[in-house]
């Protein structure tokens, strides 16, 4: 195993995958510098962007690599990608097509803020939650 | 389980830890709106963020909860916290007292870029590298 130390100054692209096979990947988007999404890719998903320069992602819930766009239209092209020191995240900045980046017609995936200093129960409390597009329009395919 | 839908338009914090009982966490800079780091919080860490309003992480290599600066005096004061879609992610825009987030004493941890839009072997360049404080200093108490 390489030492932590050549792992943060190195300049090969060595991704720490989880025991999934799994890397954390952030896209913002490359206008506004807003947060988007969380995902993450494997191995191919990753090596598919670098190449074609727009996002693949490797969904958890239906173990299966799949295109951002691929459904919604709504694709990422990568402006600038980077990894973090451990290389176990990736961050993309990207320009986003269509109006949104989350299923739930959102632009951002992060619509709801949580109060902060408080205890005990926690009511949650929308933020830019306004729906960019209609979702069933998009994904509803029947 | 709850449906979907309602995780997504709930307004009740229900986090969906991983199996490892933990949710990603994405830290950006309020000033700035940088990316600062990606790291994990259980349930605990979560809770003391939220009461506390300073960032609490749970450290997948050391196996403990931390809080972000008990060593190195670099606290996250967080000025809003949300959550995303399906609830397995948390944002918070913090203050970052100090020089910088990242342990080898960047600003940011992603301070390497990789090349898009070719294939085979990637080598990273370094973007934003610059040490903003040196980690020997702040972290070594031999």
């Known amino acids: 195993m390489?030492?932590?130390?050549?792992i943060e100054e190195s300049l090969v692209l060595a991704p720490k995958f989880d025991a999934d096979g799994l890397?954390?990947?952030?896209?913002t988007d490359a206008g506004s510098g807003e947060l988007l999404m969380v995902a993450h890719m494997n191995a191919e998903a990753l090596r598919r962007t670098i190449e074609t320069g727009e996002a693949w992602y490797f969904s958890r819930s239906r173990k299966a690599l799949w295109k951002k766009g691929e459904s919604s239209g709504h694709i990422q092209r990568v402006v600038e990608m980077r990894v973090d020191c451990d290389q176990d995240a990736v961050w993309?900045?990207?320009?986003q097509q269509g109006a949104g980046a989350c299923h739930t017609g959102r632009r951002s995936c992060f619509y709801r803020s949580v109060p902060l200093r408080q205890t005990g129960a926690v009511a949650l409390e929308f933020r830019d939650?306004?729906?960019a597009f209609d979702p069933r329009a998009v994904y509803d395919r029947k």
Request: glycine share 0%; with cysteine.
């Open 2 to 6: 390489a030492k932590t130390n050549d």
């Open 23 to 27: 890397v954390t990947c952030i896209a």
């Open 129 to 131: 939650a306004e729906k």
């Open 92 to 95: 993309i900045n990207v320009e």
